[in-house]
């Protein structure tokens, strides 16, 4: 994670010629492994390197949790335990308080990204918490742009009506 965090900004500066508008480092673990204020150091080395506006998963997901106003989160990941421990530290360093955890061990992004939508289903039950006002769950390699809507209709039913949507 550390040095693909390292090598990003020189894969930016050649997208260059393509002229992006934006440049999203879409790695959710690699852009708080290196603790607070990394993802912002990461997108300013990003910017720097290629001239085009940057920033991270990290970033977004903290500026979606100030939107929302959430505090308290339940936080599940693909991921080994350390890499779990590494997000709750960079939550925890924003202010947020993790309530729970949950993560499955996995390493290759190609088995992440291939995991049954039950086993995603499942992994957001078994960290959802009481305390927890979000259900956070990590990577951006998880398979979850097509049954997320379903999730949260799940969610609502279940809490009567009171769940947070940062779908809309």
């Keep these: 994670l550390r040095r693909m965090a390292a090598e990003a900004p020189h ?16 790695c959710t673990s690699g852009s708080m492994v290196g603790g607070p204020g990394f993802d912002a ?8 390197s290629s001239g085009v506006p940057a920033t991270t998963t990290a970033t977004e997901v ?7 106003g959430a505090r308290t989160l339940a936080v599940g990941t693909p991921y080994l335990e350390w890499v779990t421990e590494s997000e709750v530290r960079f939550f925890e360093a924003a ?46 390699d998880l398979p979850t742009l097509d049954i997320v ?10 809490l009567g009506g009171q769940v947070f949507d940062v779908l809309g």
């Excluded at 500026?63 to 929302?68: E, I, K, S």
């Excluded at 992440?112 to 006002?133: F, G, N, S, T």
């Excluded at 809507?149 to 279940?158: G, L, P, S, T, V």
């Design 62 to 68: 903290l500026a979606a949790l100030a939107t929302l």
């Design 11 to 26: 894969v930016a500066w050649m997208l260059r010629d393509v002229q992006p508008a934006k440049i999203i480092y879409a």
């Design 41 to 48: 150091e990461l997108a300013t080395a990003i910017t720097s």
């Design 149 to 158: 809507e379903r999730m949260i209709e799940e969610a609502r039913k279940a």
């Design 95 to 140: 202010g947020l308080r993790v309530v729970s955890t949950a993560s499955l061990g996995l390493v290759d992004g190609h088995a992440i990204a291939a995991l049954a939508r039950e086993d995603v289903k499942a992994l957001a039950r078994r960290v959802d918490h009481p305390d927890a006002e979000v259900v956070f769950l990590s990577c951006t």
